[in-house]
């Protein structure tokens, strides 16, 4: 797989030959989803846009954790209780960066230097990781305060960091009698792109070079003589991968079509009335394409047309006429 949006793909790709090019085919794949926050960040996050922290604790060991998490890392039960905490906090640990980072969620150079604080909040039995404002440096123990954005919408970016706070006592608060306060569920839509490169391996690349001389090429297994078309890298028998290049007689019985009505056909070739669904003669396996002529029916004898221009690729079939 290649990303095709990828520089040193398009380079490559423009070096192939006009051959190698239909046996790689880039193709684009968007993914919408859901994200759903789960009854923990919900909660959290709709409390955030009035500007309150909440914490949940462990009814075992009785730590307080922000951000919220459904089980305790130390005793494996499952939290409850919301307790408020900080706004304030203390620094457990700092370091001042001097390299050029760039802001993950802005893009934008930090300022060099800037200072990461690890920050336990009043409260609490975790640390928040994030910036500390401020031209001070800053000393372990020293008292901060949580610093939010002008407005809150319920999101990790109201967040805007921390900055110093002379002296406030650390407060502990009482933990929720009530387990979970009921919130809207938290559902963050995106969507994801997966560029990638379809290849048709060696067995796609003599098969669609053979179409190019009008030429309908199967793979016979060595070991149980099934036929395989379109042709395979394994037998789909027994897994062999010992088979030979047959001929394929480019006559056939129908064994199922389908018309398209004018209204529908769109994306079809003009000449394309539908789908056809013809056993080559010799072959028990089925092969499908379009059909060209109307009135046809099942079990008519009919004939696999090529393209006067050919490529080497699927559409050098026309497909199926009487
Ligand atoms: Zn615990
Ligand atoms: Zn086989």
């Given at each position: 797989?290649?990303?095709?949006?990828?520089?040193?793909?398009?380079?490559?790709?423009?070096?192939?030959?006009?051959?190698?090019?239909?046996n790689?085919?880039?193709?684009?794949?968007?993914?919408?989803?859901?994200?759903?926050?789960?009854?923990?960040?919900?909660?959290?996050?709709?409390?955030?846009?009035?500007?309150?922290?909440?914490?949940?604790?462990?009814?075992?060991?009785?730590?307080?954790?922000?951000?919220?998490?459904?089980?305790?890392?130390?005793?494996?039960?499952?939290?409850?209780?919301?307790?408020?905490?900080?706004?304030?906090?203390?620094?457990?640990?700092?370091?001042?960066?001097?390299?050029?980072?760039?802001?993950?969620?802005?893009?934008?150079?930090?300022?060099?230097?800037?200072?990461?604080?690890?920050?336990?909040?009043?409260?609490?039995?975790?640390?928040?990781?994030?910036?500390l404002?401020?031209?001070?440096?800053?000393?372990?123990?020293?008292?901060?305060?949580?610093?939010?954005?002008?407005?809150?919408?319920?999101?990790?970016?109201d967040?805007?960091?921390?900055?110093?706070?002379?002296?406030?006592?650390?407060?502990?608060?009482?933990?929720?009698?009530?387990?979970?306060?009921?919130?809207?569920?938290?559902v963050?839509?995106?969507?994801?792109?997966?560029?990638?490169?379809?290849?048709?391996g060696?067995v796609?690349?003599?098969?669609?070079?053979q179409?190019?001389?009008?030429?309908?090429?199967?793979?016979?297994?060595?070991?149980?003589?099934?036929?395989?078309?379109?042709?395979?890298?394994?037998?789909?028998?027994?897994?062999?991968?010992?088979?030979?290049?047959?001929?394929?007689?480019?006559?056939?019985?129908?064994?199922?079509?389908?018309?398209?009505?004018?209204?529908?056909?769109?994306?079809?070739?003009?000449?394309?009335?539908?789908?056809?669904?013809?056993?080559?003669?010799?072959?028990?396996?089925?092969?499908?394409?379009?059909?060209?002529?109307?009135?046809?029916?099942?079990?008519?004898?009919?004939?696999?047309?090529?393209?006067?221009?050919?490529?080497?690729?699927?559409?050098?079939?026309?497909?199926?006429?009487?």
């Amino acid at each position: 797989m290649v990303g095709c949006d990828d520089f040193k793909f398009k380079e490559r790709f423009k070096a192939m030959s006009p051959s190698e090019r239909l046996n790689s085919v880039p193709i684009s794949m968007e993914l919408t989803y859901n994200y759903c926050g789960g009854e923990h960040f919900s909660f959290f996050f709709d409390r955030l846009k009035e500007r309150r922290l909440f914490g949940v604790a462990c009814p075992s060991c009785k730590s307080v954790y922000v951000p919220p998490r459904p089980f305790c890392g130390s005793c494996c039960v499952r939290t409850s209780g919301w307790v408020e905490v900080g706004p304030n906090g203390t620094i457990e640990a700092c370091s001042e960066i001097f390299l050029p980072i760039l802001d993950p969620s802005t893009g934008l150079q930090r300022k060099v230097p800037h200072t990461m604080v690890l920050v336990r909040l009043d409260g609490t039995h975790s640390c928040l990781h994030h910036v500390l404002h401020g031209e001070e440096t800053p000393q372990i123990g020293d008292r901060v305060e949580l610093l939010f954005a002008e407005t809150c919408v319920g999101h990790m970016k109201d967040v805007l960091g921390f900055r110093r706070k002379e002296s406030s006592p650390d407060l502990r608060r009482e933990i929720s009698k009530e387990s979970f306060p009921s919130a809207e569920p938290m559902v963050v839509t995106g969507q994801v792109k997966i560029p990638f490169s379809f290849t048709m391996g060696d067995v796609g690349r003599e098969f669609f070079s053979q179409l190019k001389n009008q030429k309908l090429k199967a793979l016979q297994c060595k070991r149980c003589n099934e036929v395989h078309l379109p042709p395979t890298r394994y037998c789909k028998s027994c897994m062999s991968q010992d088979q030979s290049w047959i001929d394929v007689k480019p006559y056939g019985l129908l064994k199922g079509l389908v018309y398209i009505s004018d209204k529908e056909r769109e994306g079809l070739p003009r000449e394309a009335m539908g789908w056809a669904l013809v056993e080559m003669e010799g072959l028990k396996s089925s092969f499908l394409h379009y059909i060209l002529d109307r009135g046809l029916k099942i079990g008519d004898h009919v004939k696999l047309q090529f393209q006067e221009h050919r490529v080497g690729s699927i559409l050098d079939i026309k497909g199926f006429c009487r």
